[in-house]
Every structure is written in structure tokens, then in C-alpha cells.
């Protein structure tokens, strides 16, 4: 059984370039959620998905950010016209459901140059 | 606002004695804290979970305690040993909080041989 899969492992973009950082959860998870860690930093909470709904957005910024999560195929984060403040870790994280342990991916790391 | 708060910032012990790491919360809505251990370009590894209704849960060499009154935790290993050394992140959730996690910054753990 995979665990949850992210990719690509690193990301380089040019400010003002669109990043799409892909999720593929645990098989039979159907809760997504994604954090950022910035340097020094402990994760915090962006976005929590089920499939083809956002549950809960408080932790995302108001713009230049979304996310998606189809009924068929990957949750897809996607960052529009990046800055380089936009530069972390991106962590991708499933579960079977509401109140059960999070599994966590090997994260996206962004760097916008 | 740090909600989750890991105040020391590094932990160093010799392989086979105890490690303690601690944890405090402010938010008394609180109910189910978690530590997630990391290493280095990986996402973080569940280790091990408790819910506000229990005190204690232990899983091998892994105990997690908790005081709710003085909103506090700790994760205990031992014996400690080398490849234990890792940041250990403590994360809180809240029911109806639709299973976002808080974090701590975390904490580096060095085992010395």
C-alpha cells in the first residue's frame, strides 16, 4: 500500500511563473490536506479537501492560491505568480477520515527565484 | 498567536537514557494531540496520538502524557538510541475543527552514541 505520494520533490520557478504541486493519497483515504512549512518553522494548516470539495480554506492566503481535489486523479495545490516569500515546503497529507492519524507525503520543496 | 508552543528549540541525550520532550497549548478546545517525527527532506512520520479523555498512552519505547489543567504534554522515549535523533513536532487538533492540526515549531532530538 503507497503511501501518500507527492511530486515533483523539488520545484524551481521564476517569480511570476504558476507552480502546481500535485497529492495522490493513501489508497482508500479521501481527506486531503495540505500545509507549508517555512525555514525554522513548524507546518501550518492551508487547505483540508475531500473529494471535489474545499472543507476548510482559513490557512490558505486570499490570493494567487488554490487548490483541487477531482473525483478522479491527484489533489492539485497551485500557486499563480509566485514571490519568492511563496519558497517552503509544501506537505501533502490523507486520512480516512475526520479525527484519525494524517499521513503525511515527502513534501514538494519550492523555490522561486 | 502560537497556539502550539515547543519552547525548547534542541534536546541532546546519550543512547540508552530517557528522552523527554515537552509541549504546551493555549487553546482549551484542544482535544487530541499528536507527535510527528521528521527527518531531514522527509514528510512527517506519525508516531504516536492521545485524546484529552486519557492521561497516558504508551506504544513501546514511545509515552505520551498529558495534563490538561496545565495544558501541557510531553513524549518520553526509552530507551533512547541513535536513530531516534530527529525533529519531533507536537500538533493539537479540536473536534468540529474539521482534523487541521496545529504545530509546534519542534524540537531536535541528538542520541549520542
Known amino acids: 500500500n503507497a503511501g501518500v505520494m507527492q511530486n515533483p520533490r523539488h520545484l524551481v520557478r521564476r517569480r511570476g511563473q504558476e507552480a502546481r504541486l500535485r497529492c495522490s493519497p493513501m489508497k482508500g483515504h479521501s481527506h486531503v490536506y495540505w500545509y507549508r512549512q517555512l525555514p525554522e518553522e513548524g507546518l501550518k494548516f492551508m487547505v483540508y479537501?475531500?473529494?471535489?470539495?474545499?472543507?476548510?480554506e482559513s490557512g490558505m492566503p486570499k490570493e494567487r492560491f488554490s487548490a483541487e481535489f477531482p473525483k478522479e486523479g491527484p489533489s492539485i495545490l497551485r500557486i499563480q505568480q509566485v514571490v519568492r516569500g511563496d519558497s517552503a515546503a509544501y506537505f501533502c497529507?490523507?486520512?480516512?477520515?475526520?479525527?484519525?492519524?494524517?499521513?503525511f507525503g515527502q513534501g514538494t520543496r519550492l523555490t522561486v527565484v | 498567536d502560537q497556539q502550539v508552543k515547543q519552547n525548547s528549540p534542541s534536546l541532546s541525550v546519550q543512547e540508552g537514557r530517557i528522552s523527554i520532550l515537552n509541549c504546551d497549548y493555549t487553546?482549551?478546545?484542544?482535544?487530541?494531540f499528536l507527535w510527528y517525527k521528521k527527518y531531514p527532506a522527509e514528510g512527517p512520520t506519525f508516531l504516536i496520538s492521545i485524546s484529552s479523555i486519557k492521561d497516558k498512552n504508551e506504544d513501546g519505547r514511545f509515552t505520551v502524557f498529558l495534563n490538561k489543567s496545565a495544558k501541557h504534554l510531553s513524549l518520553h522515549i526509552v530507551p533512547s538510541q541513535p536513530g531516534d535523533s530527529a525533529v519531533y513536532f507536537c500538533?493539537?487538533?479540536?473536534?468540529?475543527?474539521?482534523?487541521?492540526?496545529?504545530f509546534g515549531k519542534g524540537i531536535t532530538l541528538s542520541v549520542r552514541p
Open positions: 497529507a490523507s486520512s480516512e477520515g475526520e479525527n484519525t492519524e494524517a499521513f
Open positions: 500538533a493539537a487538533s479540536a473536534t468540529g475543527a474539521n482534523s487541521k492540526l496545529t
Open positions: 487553546n482549551s478546545m484542544f482535544d487530541y
Open positions: 479537501l475531500q473529494k471535489e470539495n474545499i472543507i476548510d
